[in-house]
């Protein structure tokens, strides 16, 4: 069984600073991990995705997400929030199998100006 | 370009009535899926279809009923829609070999029963 656990369900930043979105994950196989990203009233957009290859993966619009075999986490990271970065989150985990998606619960992104 | 297209985009019906959602995408991919996303954002798949073929199919009221044409459409139908069925339905696609190939999804079909 494979499972994803987003630990946060709602975070807020200040415009210009750090943006971390935590993501655990539970897999028997060697995981293919995901960030998507969507917008109010939009489909879901991929943010970035990694695939056993680097373990740091750099995204679309400046996001990147390091993978932590020794930590099962994919925390997904900005240095600096934009407000059009305001969205919910989705960290999302391929087992054997590209139709075998797990979806975490996703975390919703504030941006404060 | 849109990838992965999906129509109507918004839909309002009554309880009782019968409705389709259509997809089509034009990416080559061989695989196709139905999701829904509840109120609370949480995604669940409903059915994916590889090469027309019904490969997942989730514990699913048989009032849904996807059909594939072919590889490039998956629709889905619901019969006798309830209040229930009220929520947002993505359509998706991907390559089916090979772990980590990337799931395209469409814009969503926002369903509402009244």
């Known amino acids: 069984a494979q499972s994803v656990t987003q630990l946060d369900s709602h975070v807020s930043v200040s415009e210009g600073t750090p943006v971390l979105l935590r993501c655990n994950y539970s897999s028997s196989y060697s995981p293919s991990l995901f960030w998507y990203v969507q917008h109010p009233n939009k489909g879901l957009q991929l943010l970035l995705k990694y695939t056993s290859a680097a373990t740091l993966v750099k995204g679309i619009n400046g996001f990147e997400a390091e993978f932590k075999k020794s930590e099962t986490s994919f925390h997904l990271t900005k240095p600096s929030a934009h407000m059009s970065d305001a969205a919910e989150y989705f960290c999302v985990l391929s087992g054997a199998g590209s139709y075998q998606l797990t979806f975490g619960k996703g975390t919703k992104l504030s941006v404060i100006p | 370009d849109t990838a992965v297209s999906q129509t109507p985009k918004y839909l309002v019906t009554q309880m009782g009535n019968d409705k389709s959602i259509k997809c089509e995408q034009n990416l080559g991919h061989d695989t196709m899926y139905w999701y829904k996303q509840d109120s609370k954002k949480f995604l669940k798949i409903m059915f994916s279809?590889?090469?027309?073929?019904?490969?997942i199919n989730e514990t699913v009221p048989n009032r849904f009923s996807p059909k594939s044409p072919d590889k490039a459409h998956l629709n889905l139908h619901i019969n006798s829609l309830e209040l229930g069925d009220s929520a947002v339905y993505f359509c998706?696609?991907?390559?089916?070999?090979?772990?980590?190939?990337?799931?395209?999804f469409g814009e969503g079909s926002w369903l509402t029963v009244v």
């Open positions: 279809y590889n090469n027309k073929e019904l490969i």
């Open positions: 998706a696609s991907s390559f089916s070999q090979g772990a980590g190939n990337t799931i395209y």
